[in-house]
């Protein structure tokens, strides 16, 4: 066993997005990874669609009468292909479905798979698997013994690879049954805003205590920013869950972010860092933000919005 693999699910006709970023975290490995699409929908038109530097294949797996919710049944197909295929290493996205369907996947084969991961690297030949941990106290790095191994990785962790054309394709049917009936399914909403920004503005606790909420929002309007925030921002009921940064919110690597009252605690910097330039805004001179931002400007938010708001 020796191929790298990344797995996705097709749903309504389409692949998710990560797919950029999993072809990129592949390519890092140091080999191209064959990529594998499953779903009832999985077929070869999707192809050039899954077509990114550091894919060398694709393989659509048509998995018939199969709906997503049916992981019983997709993880049966998943652990199939994985034998079959001789597979060593599966990339995946830590999203619910993903989780669900491969870690079934990795009881039937034996699999061991870490979860949540931020950053992968290989080290004496063997992929270090890095991941927050104790409530993103402490970064550790987990290493599977043997293989198979699957590892889901967190969206927006990495830089999308570019699109290439002309891969193989082959197409494959895998009849698996499911024993789950899917009731009506809620789509939860996306923080795919964030994670496709150039620019995003994040407002902390600073914004909120000092009634500055606003005129963060106000400043992410007018230079066409993404709004997201740190969790206090979330819990509080100013922005969407989605919209939260951190370990337990959403990673972004945006080519600017510029960070209004945010003190700069692990678990908000974990979603933030790999990215471009950051700009931070505190007027506390010893904030841990400060550490961690490319520019520092300590300074009251509240004047400094006023001159920015103002300016054409
Ligand atoms: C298991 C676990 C998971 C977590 N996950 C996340 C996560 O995903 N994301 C996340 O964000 N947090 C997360 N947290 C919480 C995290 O530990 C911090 O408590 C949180 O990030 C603090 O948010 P904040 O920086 O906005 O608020 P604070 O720490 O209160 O900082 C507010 C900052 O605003 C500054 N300020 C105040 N007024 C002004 C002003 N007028 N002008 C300029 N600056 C001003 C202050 O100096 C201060 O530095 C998690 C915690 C745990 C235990």
């Given amino acids: 066993m020796s191929k790298t693999a990344i797995f996705i699910w097709i749903q309504k006709g389409r692949a998710a997005d990560s797919v950029a970023e999993l072809a ?55 652990a199939q292909v994985m034998t079959d295929d001789g597979l060593a290493t599966v990339l995946l996205e830590a999203e619910a479905v ?15 798979m870490t979860s949540d991961c931020t950053a992968l690297k290989v080290q004496d030949g063997s992929i270090r698997q890095i991941k927050p941990s104790f409530g993103a106290q402490v970064m550790v790095a987990c290493e599977v013994k043997g293989t198979p191994q699957i590892v889901t990785i967190k969206k ?19 009849e ?17 805003h964030l994670t496709g920004a150039d ?57 600017l972010c510029i960070i209004f009252g945010v003190s700069g605690a692990i678990q908000f910097t974990e979603g933030i860092k790999g990215g471009g330039k950051i700009i931070a805004i505190n007027n506390d001179p010893n904030a841990p933000i ?16 006023i001159a920015m708001n103002a300016q054409d």
């Fill in 176 to 192: 698996a049954a499911s024993k789950i009936t899917c009731g009506d399914v809620t789509a939860l909403p996306s923080s795919d």
């Fill in 290 to 305: 400060r550490g961690f931002a490319d520019v520092f400007i300590c300074a009251d938010m509240g004047e400094l919005l």
């Fill in 98 to 112: 993903g989780r669900d369907i491969m870690s079934r996947a990795a009881v039937k084969v034996g699999a061991g």
């Fill in 24 to 78: 990129a975290a592949a390519k890092a490995l140091g080999e191209p990874a064959a990529l594998y699409a499953f779903g009832a929908d999985a077929t070869e038109a999707l192809a050039a669609d899954l077509a990114y530097d550091g894919i060398d294949a694709v393989h659509i797996v048509n998995t018939p009468g199969l709906t997503p919710c049916q992981t019983d049944g997709l993880a049966d197909a998943a």
């Fill in 199 to 255: 620019v995003v503005v994040v407002a902390g606790k600073g914004a909120i205590e000092s009634g500055q909420f606003e005129a963060v929002k106000a400043y992410a309007d007018k230079i066409g920013a993404a709004l997201a925030g740190s969790r206090p921002v979330a819990d509080q009921g100013f922005i969407p869950f989605d919209d939260q940064i951190g370990e337990s919110g959403t990673v972004i690597q945006p080519k």
């Fill in 156 to 174: 927006g962790s990495t830089a999308p690879a570019d699109k290439i054309d002309g891969l193989p394709v082959d197409v494959r049917t895998i």
